[in-house]
């Protein structure tokens, strides 16, 4: 079975890379050539929410991972070739975490979405040798250049 480019891209920067802000890039892409399918914003939300634990904003990472829990819920635990059930969980597991985070704090921790088909798994393999680093990774949310435009022209008046 052939597997969209921006699905393995995903896949690759979930896993190798631990890339969020990329993986929400390449599947806000693909979530919208796919009609908007909740099983796609569901992964999409995902990376974002660990992107936000990443960046210490607990709501907001609470508010994505719930929402994407919520999504994935309905879906067979083996999805579009790998084992969503098992991320799922791990994903349940996060959102109680954070809820507790007052009383329980943790570290953060990175999740792996596991590839159980094996044709899966062989194309992102492959698309890994093409997918390229990006470096620096943007870790943490950055100001880009539209808002330093701003800050200028606030500055001016």
């Known amino acids: 079975m052939p597997y969209d480019e921006l699905y393995l891209a995903f896949l690759v920067y979930f896993n190798r890379d631990r890339d969020y802000f990329e993986c929400h890039e390449v599947m806000e892409e693909l979530w919208l050539s796919k009609d908007s399918d909740p099983l796609y914003k569901g992964l999409l939300q995902v990376a974002v929410g660990l992107f936000h634990v990443r960046d210490d904003n607990l ?60 044709g899966l798994a062989q194309a992102v393999a492959e698309a890994s040798l093409q997918v390229k680093k990006n470096i620096p990774l943007q870790l943490r949310r950055q100001r880009g250049p539209k808002h330093e435009l701003r800050g200028l022209l606030k500055d001016n008046r």
């Open 59 to 118: 709501a907001g990472s609470l508010k994505m991972l719930r929402s994407a829990a919520s999504k994935l819920a309905v879906y067979p635990p083996d999805s579009l070739g790998i084992n969503l059930g098992k991320l799922r969980d791990e994903v349940e597991q996060y959102i109680a975490k954070l809820s507790h985070d007052e009383e329980r704090p943790f570290d953060y921790y990175d999740l792996t979405i596991d590839i159980v088909e094996p």
